[in-house]
């Protein structure tokens, strides 16, 4: 008896030789898939042991403290043709104060001159889209603060300003995620390309 997607035991006489073999065969290749996966967790787990105690034994030849401030590290082969390199990035989100700074930030759009407004206004959208996780792109809602916007007499926007503190006080880090990755020289251009392991780009 094979049990169906609605959770109804089917006798095997009643199911169909391809139905039958599209089922052995998505079976066989998702194990393949999870035997992969497995692998590769650990092929991550060791490299980044790896790594790090490379690293702490560069910090006790220069009597550095051994796990000190855990940033970006890069190692190169002799040649230059190969590379290993951890990065450390924080997760970033934002609490309620973004809805304030968004809403000053309208304000302001809406008290400028109208010559600059319609390109102002896309650019602020853009910044508070969400993706299909539902989630804001952090990079894009920072780099609202890189922007010097003036009022008409050419002075620091005041309510801009203050958006831009509220997006500041919104910042929460949740924590941080490491990622390790692997490059090799290419040949014909000589740039450094990322050995990939998302089978999804290969």
Known sequence: MWMDSEGRYVPLSRISEADQMKDELVRRLTG??????????AFKESSLSEVMAAKDLIFEKYGARVGGPQGNVTFRSFDGSLEVEVAVSKRISFGPELQAAKALIDECIEDWAEGGNANIRALVEHAFQVNKQGRIDTGRVLGLRKLEMKTAEGKPDPKWEKAMTAISDAIRVDGSATYIRFYEREERTGRMEQIVLNIASL
């Open 32 to 41: 393949g898939a999870k035997s992969m996966r497995s692998a590769l967790a």
